[in-house]
């Protein structure tokens, strides 16, 4: 018998192969299985339970989906607390938040690479060393201060002392040094200043590490809990999450679950959506600065 | 007077002691440098200024802060040096708070790390869907800590919950999990850590994927067992990234707080520092000077791990 080359070839590249294929369900799909289920399978039940009747959750037996689905959960949210203003406030303090500091980041990033400046070294290290500051410490005075202010209960009150910032400037400023400074010195051969080649070369050329550093804002700033808690008493300004906590007996009696897998679903979704069509962005920018050399 | 009116070589002609050519530190500050400088102020004070108003100020205040018997919304406070300080660092409630710090911290570090580098060993496969699965097990980490703990606090629910509801069906009773102060805890660390471990695993990922082929194949041909390769080559190699999340980890481990709050709003047995010195500024007591005192406590902790941080960055620098 003549030997068959194709016997011959080692297989254990291939997983699906007959020999590999109880070592590759076992030993490859069924972990991978097993940790997508761990983390899908209690935001499935989230979402199933908020569309089911008050009878169905508060039951001893439980049964995965809804008899007749409905949105009654969402609409007794929002005869309990004002939770289509909450919606509203978070969108307008994220969107209003995140523009600023995604703004404020190109500008600062630009001149701390582009600009000469002869204190700019100290200034990059006086944003670096911010960016390690928990915002958690800062809680207390900000609150006198903004407090003194009258910023309490106040959009700029929830916006304003987060704006500055050390992340988004050090992202962008990482990036803006691998811009070739070839095409910086001919649009200035060209007579271009310096809001010219910001708007027409390096914003354009920027525009996937800006999305990065807006999608990140976005998140953290749609996430916000412990700053807007504190700022905000009045229930017209709260933001979903803070909104949210109103909603919880503080006592620990007996919860409205469904309601409150109604407003559970309200605030994870929107960020779960955009990160499902933009998770390759996200992802790269909450993990910068992990990749080793 | 007349010096001074003289040494104005622009407009007077009298005799110029200093020669009028510009010196190098002159030329420097010419017209197009001092242009560069408005630009840069320009674009970049607005940033600077909300940085040092709101996160480098806030650290002085509140030093000045921790000094005062102050109650929160009172018009005066007293002064009373580090009295807040000892206060803590004396009475049992505190040594609670640093003790819950630290097994809330060890514990979701460890467990998000552990869990992590198993889900990348098992995303790090030439499989169909493992991109799928990444994306799906980093979700939590951008998920709303409040929405993710409402959640949970569902599934923990002693009567409704499903857990109440998988141990009823194998004939055991359910305990009361959030209302019990010794597994109110333990709850807050288990979602914390389902929050996390995406985040660890996918770094732990690039890290895996960053291991060059050859080595694993030399050590294969050597006759290494897979269980000595992992040990004796992927985890050292690993190291660095390892490193990374240790002091990332543990960085946001000692700033969690949405799921602490919306879990347990009034703390039981869960209060860390941060929680504890929310608690005591803003929870019922209005304990400003003292919460400060916390705070001043636990900025300093991640100053030591930040320090530490820098130190190994600096040294990999040098390094590579």
Excluded at chain 2, 23 to 36: E, G, I, L, S, V
Aim: one cysteine or more; hydrophobic letters at 50%.
């Amino acid at each position: 018998m003549s030997t068959n080359t194709v016997e011959a070839t080692p297989r254990r590249d291939r997983p699906f192969s007959w020999q590999n294929l109880g070592k590759t369900i076992a030993g490859g799909y069924v972990p991978l299985l097993l940790a997508t289920m761990v983390v899908f399978v209690p935001l499935l039940w989230m979402m199933l339970s908020s569309l089911k009747a008050p009878g169905e959750i508060v039951t001893t037996n439980l049964t995965w989906l809804p008899k007749s689905p409905s949105f009654q959960n969402y609409a007794d949210a929002a005869s309990t607390v004002p939770f289509a203003r909450f919606f509203l406030n978070s969108v307008i303090v994220t969107v209003i938040g995140s523009t600023i500091k995604c703004v404020l980041a190109v500008f600062t990033a630009y001149a701390l690479v582009f600009v000469r400046f002869p204190f700019k070294r100290v200034i990059f290290l006086l944003i670096l060393v911010a960016l390690m500051v928990p915002p958690q410490v800062s809680v207390l005075p900000n609150y006198v201060l903004i407090a003194g202010m009258g910023g309490l209960n106040t959009y700029w009150g929830i916006i304003l002392p987060g704006l500055g910032t050390a992340f988004g400037t050090f992202l962008l400023r990482q990036h803006f040094l691998t811009l070739p400074p070839a095409i910086l010195e001919s649009a200035e051969i060209d007579g271009a200043g310096h809001w010219r080649k910001l708007w027409k070369i390096v914003v354009p050329v920027s525009v996937p590490s800006i999305a990065t550093v807006a999608l990140v804002t976005i998140v953290s700033e749609w996430n916000e809990y412990i700053w807007p808690l504190i700022v905000t008493d009045h229930p017209d300004m709260m933001t979903l999450p803070v909104g949210l906590t109103q909603l919880v007996n503080s006592d620990g009696s007996t919860q409205n679950w469904g309601m409150l897998m109604a407003g559970a679903v309200i605030v994870l979704l929107p960020i779960l959506l955009i990160f499902a069509a933009l998770q390759r962005y996200i992802v790269s920018g909450l993990t910068q600065g992990s990749v080793t050399g | 007077m007349g010096r001074l009116g003289t040494s104005n070589a622009q407009t007077s002609r009298a005799p110029v002691h200093r020669p009028p050519i510009s010196t190098p530190k002159n030329r420097r500050w010419n017209r197009r440098t001092r242009r560069d400088a408005w630009v840069f102020a320009a674009f970049a004070a607005p940033n600077v200024l909300l940085i040092l108003l709101f996160t480098y100020r806030p650290l002085v205040t509140n030093f000045y802060y921790s000094t005062l018997d102050w109650t929160l919304g009172a018009a005066t406070a007293t002064s009373v040096g580090l009295g807040n300080y000892v206060e803590f660092f004396t009475s049992p409630d505190a040594s609670s708070v640093l003790g819950v710090t630290a097994i809330f911290t060890i514990t979701t570090v460890g467990g998000a790390m552990m869990l992590g580098l198993l889900v990348a060993l098992a995303l790090n496969q030439r499989l169909k869907g493992t991109t799928f699965a990444r994306a799906v097990v980093f979700a939590p980490y951008v998920l709303s800590g409040v929405g993710v703990g409402l959640v949970w606090l569902f599934i923990f629910d002693p009567t409704y919950g499903v857990l109440s509801w998988m141990l009823r069906t194998v004939g055991q009773a359910s305990p009361q999990w959030v209302n019990d102060p010794k597994l109110a805890l333990l709850m807050v660390i288990i979602v914390y850590v389902w929050k996390n471990l995406g985040y660890c695993a996918v770094v732990y990922l690039a890290g895996l994927q960053s291991i060059p082929t050859q080595l694993l194949e030399a050590a294969a041909l050597d006759g290494a067992s897979s269980l000595r390769r992992f040990t004796s080559v992927v985890l050292p190699l690993l190291s660095p990234t390892t490193f990374f999340l240790l002091i990332t980890s543990l960085l946001s481990s000692l700033q969690a707080f949405d799921i602490i709050r919306i879990m347990t709003p009034s703390g039981n047995g869960t209060s860390t520092l941060i929680f504890d010195s929310y608690l005591q500024a803003f929870g019922s007591y209005n304990r400003a000077g003292y919460s400060a005192a916390i705070s001043v406590v636990l900025f300093a902790g991640l100053l030591v791990m930040t320090a530490v941080q820098l130190r190994f960055v600096e040294r990999k620098v040098h390094y590579s």
